[in-house]
């Protein structure tokens, strides 16, 4: 593990800072759309170690993409302490056989959220949060 990237060794949210911005990613919220490392697999790459490189991407690229994490498990911060600014109104997208995405400005589980996938079958261990209980 690279002096960029923060873990306690617990799941939950693990930082990667870059020069001009840091990521985090939450593995509790992750339900693996891959979105990150379709569109920047230099900076996103499961086989590297960290797995995130912010550095290898403009910071605006970096942002980008981060922001199509529909799930929510991927943030950012960049150096001027600026984040991501969500939709008003909020979006909602029922995913058939799938999660509820929402992205705008949501509290939830007592957390300021930007993007989040919700249960929708009631199966999941993460309520309100989808763990992909439906998928097994």
Same mark, same amino acid.
């Given at each position: 593990? !690279?002096?960029?990237?923060? !873990?306690?060794?617990?799941?939950?949210?693990? =930082?990667? %800072?870059? !020069?001009?911005?840091?990521?985090?990613?939450? #593995?509790? &919220?992750?339900? &693996?759309?891959?979105?990150?490392?379709?569109?920047?697999?230099?900076?996103?790459?499961?086989?590297?170690?960290?797995?995130? =490189?912010?550095? *290898?991407?403009? %910071?605006?690229?970096? %942002?980008?993409?981060?922001? /199509?994490?529909? #799930?929510g498990a991927?943030?950012?911060?960049?150096?001027?302490? =600026?984040?991501? *600014?969500?939709? *008003?109104?909020?979006?909602?997208?029922?995913?058939?056989?799938?999660?509820?995405?929402? &992205?705008? *400005?949501?509290?939830?589980? #007592?957390? /300021?959220?930007?993007? %989040?996938?919700?249960?929708?079958?009631?199966? =999941?261990?993460s309520k309100?949060? @989808?763990?992909?209980? @439906?998928?097994?």
């Amino acid at each position: 593990m !690279s002096g960029s990237e923060r !873990s306690t060794g617990e799941p939950g949210p693990r =930082s990667y %800072a870059g !020069s001009d911005i840091t990521v985090s990613f939450d #593995s509790t &919220h992750c339900l &693996h759309f891959a979105e990150c490392l379709r569109g920047l697999p230099a900076v996103f790459d499961v086989k590297a170690r960290p797995w995130i =490189s912010p550095d *290898n991407a403009e %910071a605006d690229a970096v %942002a980008d993409v981060v922001e /199509r994490c529909p #799930s929510g498990a991927l943030q950012y911060i960049r150096r001027d302490g =600026s984040t991501e *600014n969500p939709p *008003n109104p909020t979006t909602v997208v029922a995913l058939e056989n799938g999660p509820i995405l929402l &992205h705008g *400005n949501l509290s939830l589980s #007592s957390r /300021r959220e930007t993007r %989040a996938a919700l249960c929708a079958c009631g199966r =999941s261990s993460s309520k309100p949060f @989808c763990d992909n209980a @439906c998928r097994t």
